[in-house]
């Protein structure tokens, strides 16, 4: 087409390019939106003939901003050229150029870059880089005076930015729990994905000096008085997605806490989490920083409460049923669960939080000779397909919501589907009880569970969670913090459960309590433990 035409504007360039990009380069990820729409059980086909042309003005804008003279020609030749490298990856071997595959290709010797030389990716770079690139290289573009082709310019912009909105308009709902339930989908976006890992990549190797790992609290030492001869065993049970609002236990009118009733549980009111997204408040809990002063960066680069308690000498194992501990357990004995592991509980793309039982049951089969602590990270509640999170056994709560696109359930189909993944993770916990009640002649045990954000479920329009913090609902950061103590464990380490229960009551607690709460429950002193943090410490009898 650039061929043909002798002459053209900055704006038609951008329209055109954008074009060749969604239709050539981007038909890996047309591949996933295929393998998205085949899992549904109904599907929108206007808001999935939207999808292309919500690419085509996305791309235009960002490639609007790099149309400038002197830049445009260069700058498009090296994208499409990386873009044809990154369409064929995708397309022939589905690799994703994330931060880790960049960082495999920079690492990769020459005989091994040779063995992806082949006709079919000589002729594929000829093809969609080379020939396209020679394109760029001879088309014509008219600049108008910089004040009227910036004028131009920002028109067009505005035009495309008004056709994303009515899309949006339209469409958002469907945007949201598509992408949320097709996440892989963002990483076959070509060119933003490859390019924005590219730039990551850069930038943390080249430009920012890398922290020096802190250690902390290598002053820890186990201070339990064990004077029944009998160590301390505690299981943290780290929820997913949950929120306060569907436990009954906070009001909820629907027994949605059956399970785990029996046991007296203590219900710790008022509780928020440090971010909306598990990427931020798994790390940011187990963090000495609070949430306002939470830096990511610096998390990865220094001890956690793992750490600290490890340091102490408290016997630790992380049992992972969700997505990975994110560096919270890097330095510590963990499994990340086999999603081939076990055919009753496991498809290859997930497992129901059972499995984890049956891990928890191999790690107790070795007698409890020291301090321990358990963690478990369940899935939990995990969207848009909560109907996946429970076993059929499980499914109390009908008519439930059987599908991923949640926003074309009626209200009364997403709350049950919802709490029935809320009252299995109870019967997680009531599981977890149950197996430390039986350890209770050789251990004194308890059980600590909070989740790591809550969830929107249709509330102000709101879908599923990930909100920025600043603005995000209650429904997103409100969550459930438990806590089941045996006589025992309350006896040996001088814990007033009364006390406990009635602070509970008063509420005030979040993600910040966790670091200082862990570390007293384990009688582990150091300088970096704050008792004006630890949940139980104003309870804790001298």
């Not at 295929?34 to 929108?44: F, S, T, Y």
């Not at 108008?144 to 082709?149: A, D, S, T």
């Not at 998390?299 to 990975?324: E, F, K, M, P, Y």
């Amino acid at each position: 087409m650039l061929s043909r035409i002798k002459t053209i504007t900055t704006n038609q360039f951008c329209l055109i390019i954008a074009i060749f990009y969604v239709c050539v380069f981007n038909i890996p990820l047309f591949g996933i939106v295929k393998q998205g729409i085949e899992k549904q059980a109904d599907v929108n086909y206007l808001f999935i003939a939207s999808m292309p042309l919500f690419l085509v003005f996305a791309l235009s804008t960002i490639f609007s901003l790099f149309s400038v003279k002197y830049l445009l020609k260069p700058f498009f030749i090296t994208v499409t050229l990386i873009s044809s490298s990154v369409f064929f990856a995708a397309l022939q071997y589905g690799v994703v150029f994330d931060y880790g595959m960049i960082e495999n290709t920079m690492q990769t010797n020459k005989g091994e870059a040779l063995t992806y030389l082949n006709f079919s990716s000589v002729l594929n770079f000829f093809v969609t880089g080379i020939l396209p690139a020679l394109l760029i290289y001879k088309v014509n573009i008219a600049y108008k005076p910089l004040f009227k082709e910036l004028l131009h310019k920002v028109l067009f912009m505005v035009s495309m930015l008004i056709g994303i909105g009515v899309i949006g308009f339209f469409f958002y709902q469907n945007y949201v729990a598509f992408g949320r339930n097709n996440d892989e989908m963002k990483g076959y976006i070509v060119p933003t994905y490859a390019i924005g890992s590219m730039i990551k990549y850069v930038k943390i190797n080249y430009f920012q000096e890398p922290l020096v790992y802190k250690q902390q609290g290598l002053d820890a030492k186990n201070v339990t008085i064990d004077s029944n001869n009998k160590p301390n065993l505690v299981v943290l049970v780290v929820g997913e997605t949950a929120r306060a609002m569907n436990y009954e236990y906070y009001g909820y009118n629907k027994p949605t806490n059956t399970h785990t009733k029996p046991f007296n549980m203590i219900a710790f009111q008022d509780t928020v989490s440090c971010g909306t997204a598990t990427a931020v408040s798994l790390p940011c809990m187990f963090s000495s920083m609070s949430r306002e002063n939470y830096d990511s960066r610096k998390a990865r680069a220094q001890d956690t409460a793992i750490d600290v308690l490890d340091h102490a000498g408290i016997n630790l194992n992380w049992l992972d049923n969700d997505s990975g501990c994110k560096g919270v357990c890097n330095r510590v004995t963990h499994l990340n669960i086999d999603l081939n592991s076990d055919p009753q509980l496991c498809n290859g793309h997930y497992c129901y939080d059972q499995v984890l039982l049956n891990q928890l049951d191999k790690v107790l089969e070795t007698p409890v000779t020291s301090d321990t602590l358990i963690v478990l990270h369940i899935i939990g509640s995990h969207g848009p397909t909560y109907y996946l999170r429970y076993p059929e056994e499980h499914r109390k709560f009908v008519p439930d919501c059987q599908r991923s696109d949640i926003q074309n359930c009626n209200h009364e189909q997403l709350m049950n589907t919802y709490d029935n993944t809320i009252l299995y993770s109870d019967y997680i916990m009531a599981q977890v009880i149950e197996r430390l009640k039986q350890r209770q002649a050789s251990a004194n045990t308890a059980m600590l569970y909070l989740s790591d954000h809550g969830e929107s479920l249709g509330e102000s329009g709101m879908y599923l969670h990930g909100a920025p913090y600043a603005f995000a609902p209650q429904e997103q950061i409100s969550i459930p913090m438990l806590a089941w103590i045996s006589a025992d464990f309350a006896n040996e380490n001088k814990l007033d459960t009364d006390c406990l229960r009635n602070y509970a009551n008063k509420g005030g607690f979040s993600h910040d309590n966790l670091f200082s709460s862990l570390l007293g429950l384990m009688n582990v002193e150091t300088e970096v433990y704050h008792p004006e943090a630890d949940i139980f410490a104003s309870c804790r009898m001298r």
